[in-house]
């Protein structure tokens, strides 16, 4: 008898657990659900996932109704709606067949790892705690149970896509998170932060998020014991420097909340208040991996669009400025791309498709028309794909503010590659870095700043020719 009421509570403490757990139905024989890359969407009535819009699943039977759907979602995911991120990250999975399309196995992970990231899918809706069985705490809303749920899916599936693929696309991964929270201002740095952070869990949340330890610890769900999910735990490099640079880049947003934060960081371990000057000088020549999203398009034609905005007056006043730009260079640059035969020296020059080619490229409205946002596009794309010409056009715009925001660290990066290629305009803009010493980016160093003019001036790029001839007439005169 004593035996039977044992086994009983066994088994009503496994259903509590399962419960807590926020566990799905679809299962494989681990306990997972399956994540090989195809398989099919679960199926609606899971009653332990949060619920969806219909209009999410529901073709209307035009032509471009799933390019608008992505689209859509891209819009949505980018500015942070967890539901988006989890929806794009199924959809190019190819849960469901009619998705195969739009099979990307990076695009995927990256889109579970921003789910993952974003604390709309693990900070408590209500903090108020119920008990269950022995007096176990769980939280009141329904709503935290199934975004639980969610999260520990796409664990298992972020891990399933990530044992399958190489270093180098894994790096691809990151790069592209990275790039997306960069463009969210402190409030995405401040995530970076987090992500690089020890003293949290694997994609940020804190350390006693059960999912979050259960990934990274293995444990024990469904009544089944799992291993822990090492290629999704160690996407990011935990280390204090990487987490105090992202702190300090949000703090240099202008956020005060970020320079809180940071301060607490400082004191959160005796070692990390001695990286302040370190930190300082990398953070003044950190750029994002990209100029904006790859717009890579999978066997569908659906450009991976960039749908992040810029954020700010200067942001809003530097691409009003693009109208000082001779529309010549944006005009070179879609000579570059192919998108024109020849170089067009105006807006009307171009005609409407070949307008509507560079936006369908992007993954923009076809719309016929090209705004300064596309213009910058334009010459960005270019220097991507290796111009020199819009290396340095690009370059210019960042030193100057036009069509982008100052930004000294990304115009020597680009002057830089322009440099490379034999750009003797590019070269002689990184002599005056070098002369100069500008903000960080570039360290005073007379030697440099000689070298890079004197490659400029045998090209015979004149500035530098006549810099060299004053020098030269000056070292006759002193050795007389």
Known sequence: MAVGAVAALATLAVASCDQWSGSGRERGASGWEPTSGGGRRPASTDREECPRPQSLYQRSGEFNDQEQQIRHLRRQAFRGDFFA????????????????????????????????????????????????????LRPVSSFDDCRNYERWRAYGRLNGLLNRMSGDEREAVRDRVIYILST??????????????????????????????????????????????QAATSLFDRNDVDAYLFNYLAMETGDVSA??????????????????AFVE???????????????????????????????????????????????????????YLGVTTGVPLGVGSMTRREVETFEAMLGHPMEG????????RAIQFASERGSSEAQLVLAVMYSEGIGVPADYARAFYWYEEAARQGSPEASFALS????????????????????????????????????????LAQVSRSQR
């Open 85 to 136: 991120q989890l929806e794009l990250g199924s959809r190019y999975q190819a849960l469901n067949e009619t998705d195969n399309n739009i099979r990307d196995p990076i695009e995927a992970a990256v889109w579970y790892a921003m789910a993952l990231a974003n604390s709309d899918g693990f900070t408590p809706v209500n903090t108020q705690a119920r008990r269950g069985l022995f007096d176990r």
């Open 184 to 229: 969210q201002d402190a409030e995405g740095f401040r995530t970076l932060g987090r992500l690089h952070d020890a003293m949290y869990g694997p994609f940020g949340e804190p350390a006693d998020n059960r999912e979050g330890r259960d990934a990274f610890q293995g444990g024990r769900r469904n009544g089944r014991r799992h291993h822990a999910l």
């Open 259 to 276: 320079y809180v934060l940071l301060r607490d960081f400082e004191r959160s371990s005796a070692s990390r208040s001695g990286y302040a």
């Open 281 to 335: 000088s990398k953070a003044r020549r950190w750029t994002a991996p990209f100029e904006f999203y790859p717009p890579e398009a999978p066997p569908s034609g659906v450009p991976h669009s960039d749908e992040s905005r810029a954020r700010g007056d200067a942001a809003d006043i530097a691409l009003q400025r693009m109208g000082e730009l001779p529309f010549v260079h944006v005009g070179r640059a879609f000579r």
């Open 369 to 376: 028309r090209l705004s300064y946002l596309e213009r910058v």
């Open 432 to 471: 005056t870095f070098f002369a100069l010493g500008v903000a960080g980016v570039a360290d005073q160093d007379k030697a440099e700043a000689v070298v890079h003019r004197l490659e400029s001036a045998l090209t015979g790029f004149r500035p530098s020719v006549t810099r060299l001839q004053a020098v």
